[in-house]
T-cell receptor, first 110, second 113 residues
C-alpha cells in the first residue's frame, strides 16, 4: 500500500474553475513536494513545503502537518494546466529519499 | 531549467541483453537518483548516489547496478534486461541533505521485448 495517497485520481473541469487536489500521508514528514508532469513525460517541481502555505502565480499549496494532509489549488484553471500532479513526501532531512503518490490526472476543457 | 540530460531517450532491447542509461548534469549537485515510473505506481527509487563512487540501493534495486565515477554522470545498468524492466526511467538531482528542490531529467523510455 502506497504511503502517500492522492485524490482524486482523475479530475476533469471546465476552464476557469477552481481546482483542488489532495494528498494524505501516513507518518510524520519533514517536507512535502508537489510536482507537475506534462504529456511527454517531463517532471517539474512546483513547490516544496514544510509548513503553512506557498503561492506561485495561480498555484497555491497548503500543508497541515498535524492532519498529515496537503492540498494543491489552481485558480482560474486553463487548458495548459492539464497535466499529472504528483505529491511526494520526504521523511527526514537527513535522507533525501522521497515517497511518491501515484498522481492526479487533471484535464481542463476549454 | 536545471541542466540534466538523459540518454538514450528511447530504447528497445531484447531480453537478456545489457542496457546502460546515462544521466548527465551540469549543476554540480551532489545527489543523483534513478527512478522508474510504472502505471499504478508512484515513482520508485532504484538507486541513488551521494557523491563520486558513493551509491546506495533504493526500494526496487534488484536487477540494476549503478556507477558514478564523476560528479556529473550517473549510470544505470541493467545487466540482463527482463520484460519486467520495461518502464520509463527518470534521473533526478538535488543539491544537498536538507530539503531541496528536486530536478528531473526528461525520462528514458525502455522497452524489453
Amino acid at each position: 500500500k502506497n504511503e502517500v495517497e492522492q485524490s482524486p485520481q482523475n479530475l476533469t473541469a471546465q476552464e476557469g474553475e477552481f481546482i483542488t487536489i489532495n494528498c494524505s500521508y501516513s507518518v510524520g514528514i519533514s517536507a512535502l513536494h508537489w510536482l507537475q508532469q506534462h504529456p511527454g513525460g517531463g517532471i517539474v517541481s512546483l513547490f516544496m513545503l514544510s509548513s503553512g502555505k506557498k503561492k506561485h502565480g495561480r498555484l497555491i499549496a497548503t500543508i497541515n502537518i498535524q492532519e498529515k494532509h496537503s492540498s494543491l489549488h489552481i485558480t482560474a484553471s486553463h487548458p495548459r494546466d492539464s497535466a499529472v500532479y504528483i505529491c511526494a513526501v520526504q521523511y527526514n532531512f537527513g535522507n533525501e529519499k522521497l515517497t511518491f503518490g501515484t498522481g492526479t490526472r487533471l484535464t481542463i476543457i476549454p | 531549467d536545471a541542466g540534466i540530460t538523459q540518454s538514450p531517450r528511447h530504447k528497445v532491447t531484447e531480453t537478456g541483453t545489457p542496457v546502460t542509461l546515462r544521466c548527465h548534469q551540469t549543476e554540480n549537485h551532489r545527489y543523483m537518483y534513478w527512478y522508474r515510473q510504472d502505471p499504478g505506481h508512484g515513482l520508485r527509487l532504484i538507486h541513488y548516489s551521494y557523491g563520486v563512487k558513493d551509491t546506495d540501493k533504493g526500494e526496487v534495486s534488484d536487477g540494476y547496478s549503478v556507477s558514478r565515477s564523476k560528479t556529473e554522470d550517473f549510470l544505470l545498468t541493467l545487466e540482463s534486461a527482463t520484460s519486467s524492466q520495461t518502464s520509463v526511467y527518470f534521473c533526478a538531482i538535488t543539491r544537498g541533505l536538507s530539503g531541496n528542490t528536486i530536478y528531473f531529467g526528461e525520462g528514458s523510455w525502455l522497452t524489453v521485448v
